[in-house]
């Protein structure tokens, strides 16, 4: 069962009908077009809005509280709406996914759900063979947790982070006994150091089960809404995890993901899944010793701080975001996403033959492929140097060319105008492009850089990383190729002789990155 006739233009444009609890609603909201639907609803809605997809979690509530209990129910009757729609799903040929989010520990109780579903996706992939025995077919897949980048972003919300450690969840007092040791093994540690702070998910119940011990309590600061989660997310130098499941490759908390995605160090109980996909990136220490020695260097050591933080952000946005996560459920089913890329034209004046190594050697180094590299120079000698790298746009500079519009010379989406005398680093143009995906300024770029100074190196604006500013040097980050559409060569050039842009009708956002992969000479 595939269906293999349908191509989709553009991720986003998916129309993807679900039963979502809130976390996992704001998750997959800025992947696609969600449809959410009630019991009440939901055929007005598949009607108007024709949903590609159809896709439930194993979810406790649903939207807006309108499904309760009816997704982890085994009875006929109460599931009736459900198979209401799953009925009109397969006479007009929408594919149905299910998502046990809850697996390995709720295997059993969604299992009466998930065999009515076209698809199975679980996120234990130590459950696949179970459920492909006990479905009677093959089309179930492992499904991680990821993180929206929209929402979990390095985007500041504070000008200065809390230096203590925090930790966003439950404690479970009888249901998870070892979960509470490992945990408590963690809060202590950080107690002892950096300081803590609680946000119980179970606060406002009330109930002692859920309660974290006596010796917590000061550290408890209330509970937090799923909206709310920024707080917990990025509002702390440090964020603390803890895994009920152990020995899964696949299943842990969803909050490292997102905790990484918003620039935070993790310090994290033992996971399988955990050492395999994230390697050193997530501390798991071996006792409370090495914990208590993790959340000193990440306090007093800021260069291993800040690697943890840009490396964290860039593993998430290449590779696990929700946009993976969907890509990967459509291609499953069979249905195709046209590939969709920003490119980036690499801009230099040159003119010479030293200046023209400098900046082939820089481009060829970085990681980002989407790419095209333009020369921009009066010296017909370096227009010479194209027959050696036919992969180079050249642009001669004179009477002929200067009026010429730039959409004459160039079709990408950004660009970057790069100055020889820097030094880029190889993931300059990867990270810079990377922030596309959670911010919409029209200039991406570094207002804090480093300065190569009598051989040391000093940091400018160091406080500026994340963070909208006022504006950003030419040289130092990507422009959205339309602020420019109407500019001619040679207004180009001016530009960059006085490195700085200043559009009279169009006011530029500005973002600021991390400080990293840039070192300026003076």
């Known amino acids: 069962m595939r269906y293999h006739d349908k191509t989709i233009d553009r991720l986003n444009d998916t129309n993807m009908a679900c039963i979502f609890d809130d976390l996992t609603r704001l998750c997959f909201k800025d992947s696609c077009n969600l449809i959410n639907i009630s019991p009440d609803d939901w055929k007005y809605k598949f009607l108007n ?14 939207y807006k509280n309108s499904w309760g209990n009816i997704i ?10 459900l198979s209401d729609i799953l009925t009109f799903c397969k006479k007009n040929d929408i594919p149905t996914i299910f998502w046990n989010k809850e697996d390995p520990v709720s295997f059993d109780l ?3 759900v998930a065999k009515k579903f076209d698809y199975v996706f679980t ?21 991680l947790f990821a993180a929206n980048p929209k929402i979990h972003n390095p985007i500041k919300i504070l000008e200065e982070r809390n230096s203590k450690a925090c930790f966003a969840g439950a404690y479970y007092r009888l249901r998870y006994p070892q979960r509470c040791e490992d945990l408590n093994e963690i809060l202590d540690a950080a107690v002892n150091t950096i300081g803590l702070e609680i946000y119980d998910r179970n606060y406002k119940l009330g109930m002692i089960q859920y309660r974290f011990p006596k010796k917590y309590m000061p550290f408890v600061k209330g509970s937090l809404e799923a909206e709310e989660l920024d707080i917990a997310n990025k509002g702390y130098k440090v964020m603390i995890n803890v895994n009920s499941i152990k020995n899964s490759n696949t299943m842990f908390s969803r909050r490292v993901f997102e905790g990484l995605a918003c620039g935070t160090p993790v310090v994290s109980s033992y996971s399988k899944g955990i050492k395999n996909i994230f390697k050193d990136l997530v501390f798991m220490g071996n006792c409370i010793d090495d ?15 800040e690697n943890k933080v840009i490396k964290g952000i860039r593993y998430i946005l290449n590779n696990h975001t929700y946009n993976h996560r969907l890509i990967y459920i459509l291609s499953k089913i069979g249905i195709g996403i046209k590939e969709e890329v920003k490119n980036i034209a690499v801009i ?7 200046d023209f190594n400098k900046f082939i050697e820089m481009y060829n180094k970085q990681t980002y492929r989407y790419k095209k590299l333009i020369i921009i120079t009066n010296n017909k000698n370096i227009i010479k140097l194209k027959k050696y790298n036919k992969n180079i746009s050249y642009i001669l500079y004179d009477e002929k060319s200067k009026y010429k519009f730039l959409d004459n010379f160039i079709n990408e989406e950004y660009i970057s105008i790069i100055n020889v005398k820097n030094n880029y680093g190889e993931n300059y143009l990867e990270d810079l492009i990377n922030a596309t995906l959670y911010t919409d300024a029209d200039f991406i770029g570094k207002k804090s850089y480093y300065i190569e100074d009598k051989e040391q190196l000093k940091c400018i604006n160091k406080s500026s990383s994340f963070k909208y500013v006022n504006n950003i040097d030419l040289d130092k980050g990507i422009l959205k190729f339309k602020s420019l559409s109407n500019y001619t060569l040679e207004e180009l ?12 009708n169009l006011p530029i956002k500005y973002f600021s990155i991390d400080n990293f992969n840039l070192i300026c000479k003076i």
């Open 49 to 62: 809005f024709k949903p590609d997809i159809f896709m439930v979690e194993s979810a406790w509530c649903g």
């Open 72 to 81: 982890s129910s085994s009875k006929e009757e109460k599931l009736k709406p």
């Open 110 to 112: 969604f299992l009466p």
């Open 123 to 143: 996120t234990d992939e130590g459950c696949i063979v179970k459920y492909k025995n006990a479905l009677n077919h093959k089309r179930v897949y492992s499904l």
């Open 291 to 305: 914990i208590e020695k993790e959340f000193l260097r990440l306090s007093q050591d800021e260069n291993y701080y």
């Open 348 to 354: 230099s004046k040159v003119n010479s033959k030293d």
């Open 493 to 504: 050039i001016k530009d960059v002789n006085k490195n700085y842009i200043k559009l009279d």
